[in-house]
């Protein structure tokens, strides 16, 4: 008892030493009072980045969901995974599924979904700062399958006991195809019960079947058919009646085509074997009528169906007659007969191309030689003169011989002058030519002072230059002057307009060029915000251009300009949409949306414009973006401005005395539209709007002004 109560005292005091023995620190507080990687105030806990991955292995009832946490948010995630509903943006709070945790990728299988339904699907994440989701993907299960979808295609080479027939399998019907032919009976709605043949091939979709062991002169009927796992699926009935007895093949003649002065092409169509395997088919000819294989004729292989024909070594300018031939075991059948004239040596057949790259003194044309004539082209070119109907007589080219296409260069001609071209081919029977050709060579003048060195057609009969800039003003000097570059703007800075402000404003309402003309207000630095006080010439009838022309800002002296009145004018409403819509141009190209050092615009370039010169995305779109072509201010003065190419920059608008540039191209046509509007140029970011017939005589728009060229 002694020993026992010993013991037990012993084993208090051990215990008593292991619960006050002093335990380690853990390890971010070893050494340190501080923690090595303590959480500070400054570090937050945000919802976690997942993305939606791939929906693959689509069944009628499941599919398979990837997703990829990208990002924790600096905790650890509690569950991740994916929703999905019948509806748009599923969340946790409807069907989900979840597999792990922690950052990367993963996949999740969704089962018991309904066949052919539509879901919408999200990969999702939760940490303790919330659930984050990925983009919502939809996805529709598959359709119950059903029987295979079969047509029934043409019967073919019938005789008394045989006859072949094609079929396609459109669908599967959403199983595998175990078996396809063809079944006949000579009742209706035959079977695979009744005789049928299966399919010794692969493909499905174009199949043909041999059929043997018919009775002669029995109608038949017949289907295609298909099964998979659901049954069997039929194609539509085809209906056949096998030959009563082998006779000699019928066989029809073609239309004869491709007559030249040797040679034709004919052919023919084999349409019944008449009970026997066709031996030989062609077509037969002769200068005497009802030709027959005696004659002339072709070879054209065995078997029904159509064939071709080339008749060779005919002679020019002579009637022959033609007709068609097959052969059997019975003897030989012709078809009608159908007779041609071949053709007489004539000059050569050629075609006048359009004519491109048009400058001062040169030109690009050329043409094409369709037909020789039946001999051999001994040369082609162009020729051209001032005169209509040019020869080869006059100033020409020499491209060459034979049949074909062919570009020739005009050269040494004359600036400012129209001439006429035609192309043309010679052979041993003489020179033909292609249709007339005009066109006028650029240049000849001097580039007006202040204007860029391009011509515009505004019209079918009138060019004009485009000034070098937008035009400005500034009342305190009372001067005009066109922007120092294309590209230059006054912006949101219009807004400090006034008659005595020293700056320069080149947003203006309608008519105010700073002569009294009539209007309420004609000064440039007017800002009313009633249409009435911008009448030209007092009354909302007259365009700009009427009466004397000083509501036109182009009738002041601009300083940059020439210095001199009435030498520049505001585009006609039609004129702009000349210049946009209907000109032709050497290579095509109008005009192009750009942004030209960092400002927004449109492109014109001039009609003799090579595509050499710089090349531009999205011509002629008008619902393009102005992001299309980007270029830089060296770009621009070197390779567009240097050729004669003028930028309509972005300048935006103004109300009242609230300037706007919101990068959109405001500019005035000269054109009244109605009461309290002209027509204007409107072209925003992926719109296109060059008569814009709801401009506010009030509203501040962009003025570019023009110079007639003739």
């Given at each position: 008892m002694k020993k026992l109560y010993y013991i037990l005292i012993i084993g208090i005091i051990a215990l008593l030493v292991i619960t006050c023995t002093k335990r380690p620190?853990?390890?971010?507080?070893?050494?340190?009072?501080?923690?090595?990687?303590?959480?500070?105030?400054?570090?937050?806990?945000?919802?976690?980045?997942?993305?939606?991955?791939?929906?693959?292995?689509?069944?009628?009832?499941?599919?398979?969901?990837?997703?990829?946490?990208?990002?924790?948010?600096?905790?650890?995630?509690?569950?991740?995974?994916?929703?999905?509903?019948?509806?748009?943006?599923?969340?946790?709070?409807?069907?989900?599924?979840?597999?792990?945790?922690?950052?990367?990728?993963?996949?999740?299988?969704?089962?018991?979904?309904?066949?052919?339904?539509?879901?919408?699907?999200?990969?999702?994440?939760?940490?303790?700062?919330?659930?984050?989701?990925?983009?919502?993907?939809?996805?529709?299960?598959?359709?119950?399958?059903?029987?295979?979808?079969?047509?029934?295609?043409?019967?073919?080479?019938?005789?008394?006991?045989?006859?072949?027939?094609?079929g396609s399998v459109v669908s599967d019907g959403g199983a595998t195809v175990t078996e396809f032919g063809v079944c006949w009976s000579h009742m209706a709605n035959p079977s695979i019960s009744s005789s049928h043949i299966q399919s010794s091939g692969n493909n499905m979709s174009d199949f043909t079947v041999n059929v043997s062991g018919l009775t002669a002169n029995v109608k038949y009927y017949a289907r295609a058919y298909a099964k998979n796992s659901v049954g069997v699926g039929y194609g539509n009935i085809v209906t056949f009646v096998t030959n009563t007895e082998v006779s000699v093949p019928t066989v029809t003649t073609n239309d004869v085509t491709g007559i030249t002065q040797t040679t034709a092409v004919c052919g023919g169509t084999v349409v019944s074997n008449g009970g026997a395997d066709i031996t030989a088919k062609g077509v037969c000819w002769s200068t005497d009528q009802n030709p027959t294989i005696s004659d002339e004729h072709t070879s054209n292989g065995e078997g029904n169906g159509a064939f071709t024909s080339s008749l060779t070594n005919l002679s020019p300018n002579t009637t022959y007659y033609v007709r068609a031939y097959a052969t059997n075991s019975e003897g030989t059948a012709y078809g009608s007969q159908v007779s041609f004239v071949t053709k007489s040596y004539s000059v050569p057949t050629v075609i006048t191309h359009s004519i491109s790259n048009i400058t001062e003194t040169s030109a690009l044309c050329g043409g094409n030689v369709t037909d020789n004539g039946g001999m051999t082209v001994t040369s082609r070119g162009v020729c051209w003169s001032t005169s209509q109907n040019p020869t080869i007589n006059d100033s020409h080219t020499s491209d060459g011989s034979g049949l074909g296409t062919f570009t020739s260069d005009l050269t040494g001609l004359s600036p400012n002058t129209t001439y006429y071209v035609r192309a043309y081919a010679t052979n041993s029977a003489g020179t033909g030519y292609g249709t007339q050709k005009t066109f006028t060579t650029s240049g000849g003048g001097t580039v007006p002072t202040g204007a860029i060195d391009g011509q515009f057609s505004v019209s079918a009969t009138q060019q004009v230059y485009f000034s070098k800039g937008n035009l400005r003003y500034q009342a305190s000097t009372d001067t005009w002057k066109f922007a120092d570059n294309q590209y230059d703007i006054v912006g949101e800075s219009n807004s400090y307009m006034s008659s005595s402000y020293s700056g320069w404003i080149d947003l203006f309402g309608c008519g105010t060029s700073g002569y009294n003309h009539g209007a309420v207000c004609y000064q440039p630095w007017s800002t009313s915000t009633n249409n009435s006080d911008y009448y030209a010439y007092g009354s909302p009838t007259y365009n700009l251009y009427d009466q004397t022309g000083k509501a036109d800002w182009g009738y002041n002296q601009i300083s940059n300009g020439g210095n001199t009145e009435n030498q520049w004018r505001t585009l006609k409403n039609a004129e702009w949409i000349y210049v946009f819509n209907t000109r032709n141009t050497n290579s095509g190209i109008r005009f192009a949306k750009a942004v030209v050092n960092g400002i927004n615009g449109v492109i014109l370039l001039p009609d003799d414009w090579n595509s050499s010169y710089y090349g531009l995305n999205n011509t002629n779109s008008g619902d393009s973006s102005f992001n299309s072509n980007v270029i830089s201010s060296s770009q621009w003065t070197s390779n567009l401005e240097a050729h004669g190419a003028v930028f309509l920059p972005a300048g935006g608008w103004r109300g009242g005395s609230s300037a706007y540039d919101n990068g959109v191209c405001y500019y005035w046509s000269s054109s009244r539209s109605n009461n309290d509007c002209l027509y204007g140029v409107y072209i925003p970011d992926d719109q296109f709007y060059p008569s814009d017939s709801g401009c506010d005589r009030m509203d501040g728009r962009s003025v570019r002004l023009v110079k007639d060229a003739n």
């Amino acid at each position: 008892m002694k020993k026992l109560y010993y013991i037990l005292i012993i084993g208090i005091i051990a215990l008593l030493v292991i619960t006050c023995t002093k335990r380690p620190l853990p390890d971010v507080y070893q050494q340190s009072d501080t923690p090595v990687n303590p959480v500070t105030p400054n570090d937050t806990i945000t919802k976690a980045t997942v993305v939606t991955g791939d929906v693959t292995d689509i069944t009628m009832t499941s599919v398979l969901v990837s997703g990829t946490v990208t990002d924790d948010g600096g905790d650890t995630l509690t569950e991740r995974g994916v929703c999905w509903s019948l509806s748009q943006n599923p969340n946790i709070d409807g069907n989900h599924a979840s597999n792990g945790t922690g950052v990367g990728n993963y996949t999740v299988n969704i089962t018991e979904l309904s066949s052919d339904t539509m879901y919408y699907v999200r990969a999702y994440a939760t940490n303790t700062a919330g659930t984050s989701y990925g983009e919502e993907v939809s996805f529709r299960t598959l359709n119950e399958p059903t029987k295979p979808v079969v047509t029934t295609g043409e019967v073919t080479d019938i005789t008394t006991t045989t006859v072949k027939i094609s079929g396609s399998v459109v669908s599967d019907g959403g199983a595998t195809v175990t078996e396809f032919g063809v079944c006949w009976s000579h009742m209706a709605n035959p079977s695979i019960s009744s005789s049928h043949i299966q399919s010794s091939g692969n493909n499905m979709s174009d199949f043909t079947v041999n059929v043997s062991g018919l009775t002669a002169n029995v109608k038949y009927y017949a289907r295609a058919y298909a099964k998979n796992s659901v049954g069997v699926g039929y194609g539509n009935i085809v209906t056949f009646v096998t030959n009563t007895e082998v006779s000699v093949p019928t066989v029809t003649t073609n239309d004869v085509t491709g007559i030249t002065q040797t040679t034709a092409v004919c052919g023919g169509t084999v349409v019944s074997n008449g009970g026997a395997d066709i031996t030989a088919k062609g077509v037969c000819w002769s200068t005497d009528q009802n030709p027959t294989i005696s004659d002339e004729h072709t070879s054209n292989g065995e078997g029904n169906g159509a064939f071709t024909s080339s008749l060779t070594n005919l002679s020019p300018n002579t009637t022959y007659y033609v007709r068609a031939y097959a052969t059997n075991s019975e003897g030989t059948a012709y078809g009608s007969q159908v007779s041609f004239v071949t053709k007489s040596y004539s000059v050569p057949t050629v075609i006048t191309h359009s004519i491109s790259n048009i400058t001062e003194t040169s030109a690009l044309c050329g043409g094409n030689v369709t037909d020789n004539g039946g001999m051999t082209v001994t040369s082609r070119g162009v020729c051209w003169s001032t005169s209509q109907n040019p020869t080869i007589n006059d100033s020409h080219t020499s491209d060459g011989s034979g049949l074909g296409t062919f570009t020739s260069d005009l050269t040494g001609l004359s600036p400012n002058t129209t001439y006429y071209v035609r192309a043309y081919a010679t052979n041993s029977a003489g020179t033909g030519y292609g249709t007339q050709k005009t066109f006028t060579t650029s240049g000849g003048g001097t580039v007006p002072t202040g204007a860029i060195d391009g011509q515009f057609s505004v019209s079918a009969t009138q060019q004009v230059y485009f000034s070098k800039g937008n035009l400005r003003y500034q009342a305190s000097t009372d001067t005009w002057k066109f922007a120092d570059n294309q590209y230059d703007i006054v912006g949101e800075s219009n807004s400090y307009m006034s008659s005595s402000y020293s700056g320069w404003i080149d947003l203006f309402g309608c008519g105010t060029s700073g002569y009294n003309h009539g209007a309420v207000c004609y000064q440039p630095w007017s800002t009313s915000t009633n249409n009435s006080d911008y009448y030209a010439y007092g009354s909302p009838t007259y365009n700009l251009y009427d009466q004397t022309g000083k509501a036109d800002w182009g009738y002041n002296q601009i300083s940059n300009g020439g210095n001199t009145e009435n030498q520049w004018r505001t585009l006609k409403n039609a004129e702009w949409i000349y210049v946009f819509n209907t000109r032709n141009t050497n290579s095509g190209i109008r005009f192009a949306k750009a942004v030209v050092n960092g400002i927004n615009g449109v492109i014109l370039l001039p009609d003799d414009w090579n595509s050499s010169y710089y090349g531009l995305n999205n011509t002629n779109s008008g619902d393009s973006s102005f992001n299309s072509n980007v270029i830089s201010s060296s770009q621009w003065t070197s390779n567009l401005e240097a050729h004669g190419a003028v930028f309509l920059p972005a300048g935006g608008w103004r109300g009242g005395s609230s300037a706007y540039d919101n990068g959109v191209c405001y500019y005035w046509s000269s054109s009244r539209s109605n009461n309290d509007c002209l027509y204007g140029v409107y072209i925003p970011d992926d719109q296109f709007y060059p008569s814009d017939s709801g401009c506010d005589r009030m509203d501040g728009r962009s003025v570019r002004l023009v110079k007639d060229a003739n």
